[in-house]
Structure formats: structure tokens, C-alpha cells
């Protein structure tokens, strides 16, 4: 008999335990992942990082990716994003104005170049960026690609780029614009433009493409990726830690290993 009401007390503390839990435990089965909005452009990257993290046993992000100026569009209707990850510093203004992002979590993460590729096996020979025959020569009737000039961050630097160097209005009529920085680099790699401006990470991650030539830092606004905070009432839990994690030695080697510069 005392067995059998030790066992009943052990349920009972068993019990106890197990209903003080359950509402520690429901929010984080309840809570949806942490969404983040990221550049097209850090897809690769990005994926990595949010895998590492989870790795150290946090609940994996979810990572939407587009051109930067729609994600912030997004944002401006309402779309539940967490974290922003942009590809300038003009959208991530945009946003602070509207008081739709944390300023205080704000920060500068990652650099890029601006690089004009080729198809891999087209054997196109480098050219000086300033020398609009060149430009013609290696077009050869067909059309540049580039993100959309009047937009998305790296259709904005390739333009800046193509007015410093004197070509624009030699390629205007020639561009071939795209929703984003990764469909430009496709349309390279796949044969379908036989030039195209992308960032130097793009070039990296795509074996069909060859670099052709860096365009001048001084062609354009320096390329940087700012990260924030979105604001929203119902703030995700994770995100601080996340913003933390993007900050720190292991991203920052992933980064490297893709072609970004640290902006820290």
C-alpha cells in the first residue's frame, strides 16, 4: 500500500512539473519564425548564416528575398517582416522616415563591388569601361542586363556608373532591365545578354559568368547593405538575437567567403 501511494505522490510531482512547463513552452510552439526581408542579392550568404544559426538552437529564420525597393514597398503596406536587410542605404532611409524601422538597432553590415560579367565560355576580351565603341563592340547587337535603373539598388549604381564613365547614353537604348540583381546575372549566365552589371558576389556564386572588369569606386554611391529592426508591436522575440548573430565572427566568415566586405 505505501508503494502504490509513493508511486500516486511521484505521478503527482510528475505532473505538477509538466503543467508548469506547458506555458513556458507554448509561446515558442505558437510564435511564428522570424521573418526577414533580404536583398536578392544575399541569397547564398544569407542562407548559410540562417542555417549556422539555427544550428545553435534557435528557431530557423524565414528569408524572403527581392529587390530591395520592393521588400521596402512591402514593408511600407504592412508586410510582417521582422528584419530588413537592404542593398543601400536610400530604402533603409525611406523606412526610418516613415518610422517603420528600429533606428537604434540600425547599423551598416556588409559591402559589395559593382562588376560587369560575361558569359564564361564567350570568350568576350576585357574592355576599358570608359570607351563606348568598346561597349558596341562586344554588345554586338544584343543587350546589357541590368536591375531596374529607376529602382533597385544595383540598377541605380549601374547607372550612376554608366553616367561617370560618359557611356549611358551610348547603352541606354541597349539595357535589357530585370525585377532584380540575380535575374541579371541569369540572363548572363544562360546566354541571353551577352553583357551584364551585377555585384562582385553574384560573379563568385555563378560558375557560368566571368568578371570582366570592377567598375571604379568612384563611379557610384558606395554599396552597402544596412540591417534593422522592423518596427512592429507584436516584436518577434528572436530578433535581437538574430541582429547579433549577423554581427558576429561566424557570419561575418561566411560573408567573406562570398565576396562581401565588412562594413564594421
Do not use: C
Amino acid at each position: 500500500m505505501r508503494a502504490s501511494t509513493g508511486f500516486r505522490r511521484a505521478l503527482l510531482r510528475a505532473a505538477v512539473i509538466v503543467l508548469a512547463l506547458l506555458p513556458l513552452a507554448a509561446p515558442a510552439a505558437d510564435e511564428a519564425p522570424l521573418t526577414v526581408f533580404a536583398a536578392a542579392s544575399l541569397k547564398g550568404a544569407l542562407d548559410t548564416v540562417a542555417s549556422d544559426y539555427a544550428a545553435t538552437g534557435r528557431a530557423a529564420p524565414r528569408v524572403a528575398y527581392a529587390a530591395t525597393s520592393a521588400l521596402a514597398r512591402q514593408i511600407e503596406q504592412g508586410a510582417p517582416a521582422d528584419v530588413f536587410l537592404s542593398a543601400d542605404s536610400a530604402w533603409m532611409d525611406t523606412l526610418q522616415n516613415a518610422n517603420l524601422v528600429e533606428p537604434a538597432t540600425r547599423h551598416d553590415l556588409l559591402r559589395n563591388t559593382l562588376v560587369l560579367v560575361a558569359p564564361a565560355d564567350a570568350g568576350t576580351p576585357a574592355f576599358a569601361l570608359g570607351d563606348a565603341g568598346a561597349w558596341t563592340g562586344a554588345l554586338a547587337g544584343g543587350r546589357l542586363a541590368v536591375a531596374r535603373v529607376d529602382g533597385v539598388p544595383a540598377g541605380r549604381y549601374a547607372r550612376a556608373a554608366l553616367l561617370h564613365l560618359g557611356v549611358w547614353s551610348t547603352l541606354e537604348e541597349s539595357l535589357a532591365q530585370t525585377d532584380d540583381v540575380r535575374q541579371a546575372l541569369m540572363f548572363v549566365a544562360r546566354g541571353e545578354a551577352p553583357l551584364g552589371i551585377v555585384y562582385r558576389t553574384d560573379a563568385l556564386a555563378e560558375p557560368k559568368v566571368r568578371e570582366l572588369a570592377a567598375f571604379p569606386a568612384a563611379s557610384h554611391a558606395a554599396i552597402v547593405y544596412p540591417v534593422a529592426a522592423v518596427k512592429r508591436s507584436d516584436a518577434h522575440r528572436d530578433t535581437a538575437a538574430f541582429l547579433a548573430y549577423l554581427q558576429g565572427d561566424a557570419a561575418a566568415a561566411v560573408f567573406r567567403e562570398a565576396g562581401f566586405d565588412l562594413a564594421r
